[in-house]
Every structure is written in structure tokens, then in C-alpha cells.
């Protein structure tokens, strides 16, 4: 079902044209000065057109999908945890390292990312390694639109290249619980991954519940150890919002606290 607060092409275009009647019709301000212009100068817009205009436009733009697009992608956020310099500095540090080990592999790895967190994530990392490999994405559902994850993680929508025989990298956006970690890598290996990296933008080990296993001579690479606060932004969301934003911030409670209450 289309989620009815988005703006379509249409209602952007009409938005566009109302503001700038809404413009039209106020005073002007004098650029070389800064200042308002007289009143004997001025030549507000009493056009009843005009203001018929403005009048349909609002009356045909949805309501919600007004508000929607006045919103900044930034509310809920309480504060910024990492800014978008320290994340592009670190994910720099973390595909160095990677890049150095993947050099030593006889073959090109495959670097498996868990959509749709790690997108941005994977996206940053294998640009800045320059040896050979192969991109795929796999999708496990665990959360859902809650803060909680569910504990019994489930692969839905699964890799096309063939992993068997080759090193693997798996690339997170967070792994806390372990629990969706650690159902991915037991599937890698009944596919046939000789061994298993683990890649996070995020380690949260004060959620850990389950010990992460790696296979062969895997190793365990992350960005930053992230302290036990519901963080979005970077890839990361709540509700499937939040991702586009470039740094990563930790959300207001009151945004997701009525999760708790159900």
C-alpha cells in the first residue's frame, strides 16, 4: 500500500507554485539595503486571482503530504554521536585494514551486505578497497518497525553469487544481540564459504546475547563501539526513516518509546 504522506511529482509542482504566489504577495525587500520597502513603494498583490490561486493550490495539496515535505529528515534526533567527518575518517581506516587482508586471499572475496542497513556502509567501504571482489546483498528480517528485535532472525531474500569456496565478507550496519549475525554466517556456511569476515559500522557488545562464531581465518572489523543508545542515521534507521542522514545521532526516546507501551 503507497504510503499517502509522500509528495508526488504533481503536488511537489503544485507546492512550488503556491509558495511562489505566496511570495508574490508580500512586501519586497529592498536587496542593496536590507531593508523593507516604503509603504508608497510597495505594491502588495491584491489580486483576487491571485489570491483564488493560492486558495485552490492549498486546497489541493494533501495536508499530510505538505507537512511531510516541510519536515526535516532531522527530527527526533536528540544529538550527534559521530559526525559525517569522523564516520568518512574511520570507514577510511577500517577499508585499509580490510583491503591489506583481502590481498592476502588467493581468490576475490565476496562481500555480502545486509540490506538495507549496511547499504551506505558497503557502498563507502569497497570503493576504497582496491583489490578485486564481488557484491551481493542479503536480507534478514529481525526488527521490524520496532526498537526490540524479535530474536528469531529469517533470510528473506537471499544471495545470486555463488559463495562456495570463497572468502566472504559479511558487512553490517550494527550487530548488538548477535543473533542476526550469527544466523547469516550459519547460512554462508551451508552454502559453502570457506571462511567468514565480519565487517560493522557498529558494535554494540553490551547487547550481546549470542557469541559470534567466525569461520576459518576470518576476522572481526568494525568502526566504532557504540554505547547502548538507539542510534540512527548512516544507514541505520527507526520505521525505515533516518538512513539519508550522513552522521550517525542518537534518537529522542519519546520517537519510538510508545513501542515499549505495546
Same mark, same amino acid.
Given at each position: 500500500m503507497a504510503n499517502n504522506t509522500a509528495l508526488t511529482t504533481q503536488d511537489s509542482g503544485i507546492l512550488?507554485?503556491? =509558495?511562489? %504566489? /505566496?511570495?508574490?504577495?508580500?512586501?519586497? $525587500?529592498?536587496?542593496?539595503?536590507s531593508t523593507t520597502?516604503?509603504?508608497?513603494?510597495?505594491?502588495?498583490?491584491?489580486?483576487?486571482?491571485?489570491?483564488?490561486?493560492?486558495?485552490?493550490?492549498?486546497a489541493s495539496?494533501?495536508?499530510?503530504?505538505?507537512?511531510?515535505?516541510?519536515?526535516?529528515a532531522e527530527v527526533g534526533?536528540?544529538?550527534?554521536?559521530?559526525?559525517?567527518?569522523?564516520?568518512?575518517?574511520?570507514?577510511?581506516e577500517v577499508a585499509a585494514e580490510l583491503a591489506a587482508d583481502l590481498?592476502?586471499?588467493p581468490e576475490p572475496a565476496v562481500v555480502v551486505g545486509v540490506a538495507t542497513g549496511a547499504f551506505l556502509f =558497503?557502498? %563507502? /567501504?569497497?570503493?576504497?578497497?582496491?583489490? $578485486?571482489?564481488?557484491?551481493?546483498?542479503?536480507?534478514?528480517?529481525s526488527y521490524g518497525a520496532g526498537?526490540?528485535?524479535?530474536?528469531?532472525?529469517?533470510?528473506?531474500?537471499?544471495?545470486?553469487?555463488?559463495?562456495?569456496?570463497?572468502?566472504?565478507?559479511?558487512?553490517?550496519?550494527?550487530?548488538?544481540t548477535g543473533n542476526t549475525l550469527s544466523c547469516l554466517i550459519a547460512h554462508l556456511e551451508k552454502k559453502g564459504a570457506s571462511s567468514i569476515s565480519v565487517c560493522t559500522f557498529l558494535d554494540k557488545p553490551a547487547r550481546r546475547k549470542v557469541s559470534v562464531q567466525l569461520v576459518g581465518d576470518g576476522k572481526f572489523y568494525r568502526g566504532f563501539e557504540c554505547p547502548d543508545y538507539f542510534v540512527v542515521g548512516?544507514?541505520?534507521?527507526?520505521?525505515?526513516l533516518y538512513r539519508n542522514l550522513p552522521y550517525v545521532g542518537v534518537l529522542k526516546p519519546e520517537m519510538y518509546k510508545k513501542d515499549s507501551s505495546n
Open positions: 512550488a507554485r503556491f =509558495l511562489n %504566489d /505566496l511570495a508574490a504577495s508580500h512586501p519586497r $525587500r529592498d536587496r542593496a539595503t520597502q516604503p509603504a508608497h513603494q510597495r505594491r502588495p498583490n491584491k489580486s483576487p486571482a491571485l489570491r483564488a490561486r493560492r486558495h485552490a493550490t492549498l495539496l494533501p495536508s499530510a503530504a505538505a507537512a511531510a515535505a516541510m519536515v526535516s534526533i536528540d544529538y550527534v554521536l559521530w559526525t559525517e567527518a569522523e564516520v568518512s575518517a574511520r570507514v577510511g590481498r592476502a586471499q =558497503l557502498a %563507502d /567501504l569497497v570503493r576504497r578497497v582496491d583489490v $578485486r571482489l564481488a557484491v551481493d546483498f542479503v536480507r534478514v528480517e526498537t526490540e528485535s524479535s530474536g528469531k532472525p529469517r533470510i528473506t531474500s537471499d544471495l545470486k553469487v555463488d559463495v562456495a569456496g570463497k572468502h566472504v565478507v559479511v558487512v553490517e550496519d550494527i550487530v548488538d548512516y544507514g541505520l534507521d527507526y520505521a525505515e
